[in-house]
T-cell receptor, first 115, second 114 residues
Framework: AQSVAQPEDQVNVAEGNPLTVKCTYSVSGNPYLFWYVQYPNRGLQFLLKYITGDNLVKGSYGFEAEFNKSQTSFHLKKPSALVSDSALYFCAVGGVSGGYNKLIFGAGTRLAVHP | EPEVTQTPSHQVTQMGQEVILRCVPISNHLYFYWYRQILGQKVEFLVSFYNNEISEKSEIFDDQFSVERPDGSNFTLKIRSTKLEDSAMYFC????????????FGPGTRLLVL
């Protein structure tokens, strides 16, 4: 079965420290990879995506993610966390075989940045 | 910046009743989607819609569900006879094209079936 794994339910980081939110995937085909963020009582906001090309992609709010094909991973990173980054982060995969238009989501990782 | 909007934000209904959830996608987008998130679970794909037809649907999207684009701006999800297990947050999304294009999500409609 095609799936996306976010192995950590919660990540705790001190403000100013680097953060990493992990994502691995198991899908057929050549997927496209996305990160979304959800703030309380809000919808899913797009952060960044990998389609092709440079494995390091940069997105909104200083976030970046590194695509690693051999490890089938797409970890989200930020060099210096802010308290305002505290939210729920979702990794998603699109363009998979048997479902080109749909996104398959991970379970989400709650990021808590402490002052 | 253009946004996907959804109405209502919350809906409470009795089991067996019909509900219609409404969405206004971003105006120049051609693909439309519905997803749902049951409390504490993953966001799940329900259906995609293009050129007035369903292009993909999941196993969840059975005969109780239907989608429609009744005019040039709205995109609706109808649940004919709601069940308790339909209680969830329903997200609408749209994209310019399919596949590699970013899907932009609305704020969601929280549906509670009693």
């Amino acid at each position: 079965a095609q799936s996306v794994a976010q192995p950590e339910d919660q990540v705790n980081v001190a403000e100013g420290n680097p953060l990493t939110v992990k994502c691995t995937y198991s899908v057929s085909g050549n997927p496209y990879l996305f990160w979304y963020v959800q703030y309380p009582n809000r919808g899913l906001q797009f952060l960044l995506k990998y389609i092709t090309g440079d494995n390091l992609v940069k997105g909104s709010y200083g976030f970046e993610a590194e695509f690693n094909k051999s490890q089938t991973s797409f970890h989200l990173k930020k060099p210096s966390a802010l308290v305002s980054d505290s939210a729920l982060y979702f990794c998603a995969v699109g363009g998979v075989s048997g479902g080109y238009n749909k996104l398959i989501f991970g379970a989400g990782t709650r990021l808590a940045v402490h002052p | 910046e253009p946004e996907v909007t959804q109405t209502p934000s919350h809906q409470v209904t009795q089991m067996g009743q019909e509900v219609i959830l409404r969405c206004v996608p971003i105006s120049n987008h051609l693909y439309f989607y519905w997803y749902r998130q049951i409390l504490g679970q993953k966001v799940e794909f329900l259906v995609s819609f293009y050129n007035n037809e369903i292009s993909e649907k999941s196993e969840i999207f059975d005969d109780q569900f239907s989608v429609e684009r009744p005019d040039g701006s709205n995109f609706t999800l109808k649940i004919r006879s709601t069940k308790l297990e339909d209680s969830a947050m329903y997200f609408c999304a749209s994209s310019r094209t399919s596949g590699r294009e970013t899907q932009y999500f609305g704020p969601g409609t929280r549906l509670l079936v009693l």
